[in-house]
């Protein structure tokens, strides 16, 4: 299927270099809000055509899937062009900056037969299932507490820093703890505590979130765009814990006893960049005339950002584009 691409960022360059290694897919279009930066990104990723606008990539016939790569604040817009002009769409995380505008996204879809997604790739990786597999084996016992951080040092990147671009670390990376949290520990919250350290710019720059589910499970939450955290995830039980390294591409999963001992050590499978899985699922959607991804509905998109849009609340962020 030829594979259109919006926007040239650092992301956009990953997904390429993903795409030129799949078999069924091909590196066909890039659109940028410059002709000149389309052609040059088309020259060293392979691609076909170049377009220097996003309404050139959406209108053209022989696009099947279009990629949006484009900042957070982008989003709507850009995937209710394709869209309108009967492009199926997989969009980067977040899938847009708020619940409302996600809604709106599914309803516009679903009137125009198109199918949509979220591309935060842990959803689509063979890694979710395995450590659904050990909790379900009961190795650790009663699961009752995950923590889990994820932070780099992103402060100098203006997406980052700029309300405008909705910044800030949760959109970005805040995402997928959240993410992490729901997808091994369900849905059913009763409440979230958070706190938060705001930027001179006026985003989030660190965080601390809470969720305490109805079950009496609890996920601890860390993000910051400051520093460079170990990236774990850490499952808790009353007979043992699990280990992931790397709560946004796992690559190993170790199993501890009570006594800190090791029960069972699992690599994760060998990937191209680990952008494929969700990919190859958008293809297989769009062969056979679904509207939705298995691994991350529509439903799940809103979900994660009516959480979101609580905590912002609670933090009195309001990205321009709100107001």
Known sequence: MNIGIMGTGSIAVSMADTIKQMKNAECYAIASRT???????????????????????????????????????????????????????????????????????????????????????????????????ILNSGIIGKADMLTANLSYVIHNKKRLISPELAGGVLL???????????????????HIDSSVCMTDTGVDGKESITIHFKSGKTAVLTHSMYSRSDRKGIIHGDKGYIVIE??????????????????????????????????????????????????????ESIFMLEIMDSIRKDWGLVYPKEK
């Open 246 to 299: 790397n709560i946004n591409n796992p690559s190993e999963i170790n199993v501890y006893s009570t006594n800190d001992i090791l029960l069972k050590h699992i690599d994760m499978p060998k990937q191209m960049t680990g952008y494929e899985y969700e990919v190859y699922e958008s293809l297989e959607c769009i062969e056979k005339g679904r509207l939705e991804s298995n691994s991350m509905p529509l439903d």
């Open 172 to 190: 970005d990376i805040g995402i997928y703890g959240i993410n992490f949290a729901l997808m091994h520990f369900g849905k059913d919250i009763d």
């Open 35 to 133: 002709l000149e930066k389309a052609k040059k990104f088309a020259v060293e990723h392979g691609f076909k055509k170049a377009f220097g606008s996003y309404k050139e990539l959406a209108e053209d016939k022989n696009v099947d899937l279009i990629y949006i790569a484009t900042p957070h604040s982008e989003h709507y817009e850009n995937a209710i062009l394709c869209i309108e002009n009967k492009k199926a769409v997989l969009c980067e995380k977040a899938f847009t900056i708020n619940a409302d505008e996600a809604r709106k996204l599914k309803a516009t879809a679903a009137e125009k037969g198109v199918f949509i997604t979220e591309a935060i790739w842990t959803r689509y990786m063979p890694s979710r299932h395995i450590i659904d597999e």
